[in-house]
């Protein structure tokens, strides 16, 4: 699989931001598969780990700071692309008009506890 740097990908792309479950990190081994296997259907994925997961700041976990990271990643993503598209790119997955096209379309993809946090996150 090729990196692409996310600022480098077009109107057109789909990004998908994977919040992990509860098990070890964003480096699991299935976890590793499964993007694999999305990039070959033609998907970007940008995954992180809570903090207290994997290799990130060691804090006390809770609720509100697993929640609290995944708006940061939401936030952080579209405002990458505000200087380039102007009001960032679609969060809703669904394709575009041209007129209102603003970079990726973006999936927010949770799986297990992810699942819960991206759905308190959008």
């Known amino acids: 699989t090729t990196y692409t740097p996310i600022m480098q990908l077009k109107e057109d792309s789909t990004l998908?931001?994977?919040?992990?479950?509860?098990?070890l990190d964003r480096g699991l081994s299935y976890r590793v598969e499964l993007y694999k296997v999305l990039s070959k259907l033609g998907f970007y994925i940008i995954t992180f780990d809570y903090r207290s997961y994997g290799d990130s700041s060691p804090i006390e976990l809770s609720e509100k700071t697993v929640v609290d990271d995944g708006k940061t990643v939401?936030?952080?993503?579209?405002?990458?692309?505000?200087?380039?598209?102007g009001d960032g790119p679609n969060l809703s997955g669904f394709p575009q008009s041209s007129s209102t096209s603003a970079g990726p379309n973006i999936i927010v993809w949770?799986?297990?506890?992810?699942?819960?946090?991206?759905?308190?996150t959008v």
């Open 110 to 120: 949770g799986h297990s506890l992810g699942t819960a946090v991206a759905t308190r």
């Open 16 to 23: 998908i931001i994977y919040m992990h479950g509860n098990s």
């Open 74 to 85: 939401i936030k952080w993503v579209p405002d990458l692309y505000k200087p380039r598209f």
